[in-house]
């Protein structure tokens, strides 16, 4: 059977392993998680080869560009190949004061000391 020139997007996203199951992929279109060439796409939305498909998630959005059109969930080795990761690089992490402690019993901290705690807090 040669590939077909449509899929459903919430269908191929489950299969590309983008979602666990097909309805936590079909949710996500509801909710307007997913999003194919920069428009909010419903479940049966169809995809194409060279569709930018926009995924929000686990907090983040995820770009991919269709390069296969699947339908049944296949392995993940195949999956990589149906599918290119056009995500930036998260930014680097920037790194915080670690917390401002005071030693027990020291008493109650004078304006000098507050002030130089919110300084090292960054405020």
């Not at 796409?41 to 991919?64: H, L, N, T, W």
């Amino acid at each position: 059977m040669p590939d077909p020139s449509s899929v459903r997007v919430d269908s191929w996203a489950w299969a590309v392993r983008l979602f666990k199951t097909r309805s936590a992929a079909s949710d996500a279109c509801k909710a307007g998680h997913l999003k194919v060439n920069g428009e909010r796409a419903k479940p049966s939305q169809p995809v194409r080869i060279g569709d930018e498909v926009r995924a929000f998630v686990a907090g983040a959005e995820k770009i991919y560009i269709a390069r296969r059109l699947i339908v049944k969930r296949v392995g993940a080795a195949v999956a990589a190949d149906c599918v290119e990761d056009r995500t930036p690089p998260p930014p680097p992490p920037t790194e915080a004061p670690t917390d401002v402690t005071r030693e027990r019993g020291a008493g109650r901290p004078t304006k000098r000391d507050r002030r130089l705690i919110e300084q090292l807090r960054g405020h």
